[in-house]
């Protein structure tokens, strides 16, 4: 839900710091933090870049503007780079609707190549899992492409093809509802997992060597990705039903799984999913009533964010928020390290699509992470594979699945399904 009612779950986080919550991040933390190639594997910013008069290399504030990242503050916080996605909400799946689908994944696929192609010096594309320390060491910010909601595919599933020619190295399959290739956590299932169309997805995605990403599928299609991928999976931006039982969260037997097969999770900043943050059903109207008036940021010049954000406020004053904080999000993250050992997780925030807390409200904050996990007593070798490393390995896996399935095949791009 990249809609303004996520935004503003985010945003209430983001218009004030709690006094008193610590924020203190030693030299030493901020010295490894700069050394370590840091990567967030959910990154929506995507979704700001058609915001007219809107420029990833312009520094904006998460409080007057609602972005979280941009190249100032990559630089500030340490943030190397990372997945950065092409979501698509989820249609009525009418003819219309996956039409329209299909045309928004190619246009957002193309508006993040195109900031790649427009800022050379700054931002380049990665294809493989060895390009993100080459890119990151020469200085520039590391692009790798992933799809959430593999809707855009279906009116032709054999765009995958084309989709990973043009860099997609990580293929999310539902989001909010249910699709033709498999059922959402967040509503009733309908294929009981994986749909047959949903299987061959899977297949293809091995063949090509895209990675697998379960975030916001049912468990049944958790199940189904771990037993059918011939590669390990992720959980691009997920968190712990021991910490807060939500659809949108794993529990522990499936961590553990997904740890034995040699997968991922990114651990989740979005509020909502991190502890219970619903308030009043009239909160609930007037955030809905703003939805409707405002519709998708990426719609938003400045001035509409401006009143956008205005109004936002005086709900937020007649009924106030629930927000959740950094302790919150840190509960999470060293919870599912304790279970899944600290070789299978990492971060995915959810950067401008609803992630942010009291006390990390974008991604200058990063380094608090570092400190935390030092504080817990994480070593640096792991830490850096929090950071990074764990899914570079996962991507470098699936490379390696694809080259062993069929090393030539995935040059072509078919004329017709398949
Ligand atoms: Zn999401």
């Keep these: 839900m990249k809609t303004a009612v996520r935004v503003l779950a985010c945003c209430v986080a983001l218009a004030c710091a709690v006094p008193g919550l610590a924020t203190e991040v030693s030299e030493q933390a901020k010295a490894l933090h700069e050394r370590l190639l840091v990567l967030d594997t959910h990154l929506d910013t995507p979704a700001n870049l058609p915001r007219p ?60 190549r195109e900031m790649v192609a427009a800022n050379p010096q700054q931002f380049e594309l990665a294809l493989t899992a060895d390009d ?54 967040n509503t009733p299932p309908e294929w009981n997992g994986l749909s047959p169309a949903g299987k061959a997805l899977v297949a293809e995605a091995n063949r090509l060597g895209i990675v697998l990403d379960a975030s916001h599928a049912s468990d049944l299609v958790f199940d ?10 992720v959980l691009s931006h997920s968190g712990a039903d021991a910490i807060y039982e939500h659809p949108r969260n794993i529990d522990d037997e499936r961590l553990r799984k997904l740890a034995a097969k040699g997968g991922v999770i990114q651990v989740n900043a979005y509020g909502g999913y991190l502890k219970d943050t619903s308030t009043t059903p009239e909160r609930s109207k007037a955030l809905e009533a703003l939805e409707e008036k405002y519709g998708d940021q ?25 927000r959740a904080d950094f302790d919150d999000f840190l509960k999470h993250l060293l919870h599912i390290i304790e279970v899944a050992g600290p070789e299978h997780v990492g971060i995915g925030a959810d950067w401008d699509g609803g992630g942010g807390v009291d006390g ?13 996990l030092l504080d817990a007593g994480y070593s640096e070798q792991q830490i850096a594979g929090i950071w990074g490393g764990n899914v570079l390995r996962v ?24």
């Design 298 to 322: 990426e719609h938003m010049d400045a001035a509409t964010v401006a009143r956008f954000l205005a109004e936002r406020d005086a709900i937020d004053a007649r009924y106030p928020p629930v």
């Design 360 to 372: 990390m409200e974008d991604i200058t904050d990063l380094p608090r992470i570092t400190q935390a």
């Design 395 to 418: 991507l470098r896996e699936t490379e390696r699945v694809a080259a062993s399935l069929d090393g030539g095949a995935k040059k072509d791009v078919p004329a017709h399904a398949h």
């Design 53 to 112: 008069g809107w420029n990833v290399l312009d520094d904006h504030t998460a409080e007057r503007d609602f972005s979280q990242v941009d190249l100032p503050r990559m630089r500030e916080g340490g943030l190397d780079g990372g997945f950065w996605a092409i979501y698509t909400g989820q249609g009525d799946r009418s003819p219309e609707a996956n039409l329209a689908a299909r045309d928004h994944g190619l246009v957002r696929l193309a508006a993040i």
């Design 132 to 185: 993100a320390q080459r890119i990151a060491a020469a200085g520039k910010r590391v692009v790798y492409i992933s799809m959430e909601n593999a809707t855009p595919l279906a009116t032709d599933p054999s765009l995958l093809t084309a989709y990973y020619r043009l860099g997609l190295r990580m293929l999310g399959i539902t989001h909010l509802r249910n699709n033709e290739f498999g059922d959402s956590a």
């Design 224 to 233: 189904d990705l771990l037993e059918l991928s011939r590669a390990p999976i």
